[in-house]
């Protein structure tokens, strides 16, 4: 039986929009889902380990990766770069799972051009109000750091048209109901199936 190939799934969201906690929800309830570890030139920190948190590289390497096409997307932050390997997509698509990516709109558009059949998804909070309030309750930003995020959260919600689909996170048993099902509707999907069905249609 001819297995169906794998997704590549990118999701966005505004900081504090419940992103990780839905993630970790999915990697750990639906199999199948790889997640990508992304390369950066920074230092590791205390607790981090190579190949889980990221993979640590050198500037050279770094560059060597841009030059011979290595990396879908990149962003400098903070001094330091960050990318995804597009090896690793290809080899999990292949191998037939799926590969989850956490990136901004800007990383997620790029994915976008080089995986015409991405599926792009973004978190949205209720309304700033509500993010807000979250921010505040996680207790880490001053209310001038609250006030930049939200702009940001505004900058990157504005992007939404660029996107498959929006899970609202309202709710965070309705939002993961919503982003599980996107996953299990794109493996139905006659786009992904279509090797299998010929193969199933051709014993008939």
Known sequence: MVEPR???FVISAPS???KSTLVA??????GGISFSVSYTTRAPRDGEVDGRDYHFVDDATFDRMLVEGGLVEWVRAYGNRYGTGKAWIEAQVEAGRDAL???ETHGARRVKELFPD???IILAPPSAESLAARLR????????????RLEQAKHELERWPHYDYIVLNDDIEAAYASLKAVVLATRAS???MA???QSILEKF
């Open 137 to 148: 309750g996680r207790g880490k930003d001053s209310e001038a750091q609250i006030a930049t």
């Open 190 to 192: 006659t786009a992904r």
């Open 118 to 120: 991405a599926v792009l």
């Open 16 to 18: 504090g929009a419940g």
């Open 195 to 197: 090797d299998l069905a």
């Open 101 to 103: 990516l956490d990136l």
């Open 6 to 8: 794998g997704s590549v």
């Open 25 to 30: 929800r999915l990697l750990d309830d639906v």
